[in-house]
């Protein structure tokens, strides 16, 4: 977990991506001795992704944080356009409606980054006592 938790993020350092590397052959060498013990027989056990975390790390060099480029981020893209369509009669026409009004908001945001909320918004009444919680109002 810990190797995912470093590997997600938007900026890694060089030391860290090598401390994924070590969590990510440890955790594989443990998984094939759980699951099939090395044995070639058993090899059916393994699922690709077993085997392509051992990749991601030295791959992180070479492209970038996978963050970036990972197939999550674009079905996460995906799924926050589609849950804003409205009208299933025409998609495409609204699909490019709600991509243009997306790309519009982006802009404005760049451009007055004062007009964003913060990031740290809680109910009206409610007191932040810190470390993450909130009192909130009966």
Not at 33 to 57: E, G, M, T, V
Request: hydrophobic share 40%.
């Amino acid at each position: 977990m810990q190797a995912l938790q470093i590997i997600s993020q938007y900026s890694i350092t060089p030391t860290k991506v090598t401390e994924a590397f070590t969590l990510f052959a440890e955790w594989e060498l443990e998984f094939e001795n759980l699951y099939y013990q090395c044995r070639a027989d058993c090899i059916h056990f393994i699922q690709p992704c077993a085997h392509l975390s051992n990749h991601i790390a030295p791959e992180c060099l070479h492209a970038g944080s996978p963050i970036y480029s990972s197939q999550w981020t674009m079905e996460r893209t995906f799924a926050d356009i589609e849950f804003d369509l409205r009208q299933p009669k025409l998609p495409y026409t609204c699909l490019t409606q709600v991509c243009l009004v997306c790309c519009q908001i982006n802009a404005v945001k760049a451009m007055f980054p004062h007009l964003q909320p913060p990031s740290n918004l809680h109910l009206r009444y409610s007191f932040d006592v810190g470390d993450g919680y909130v009192l909130l109002r009966a």
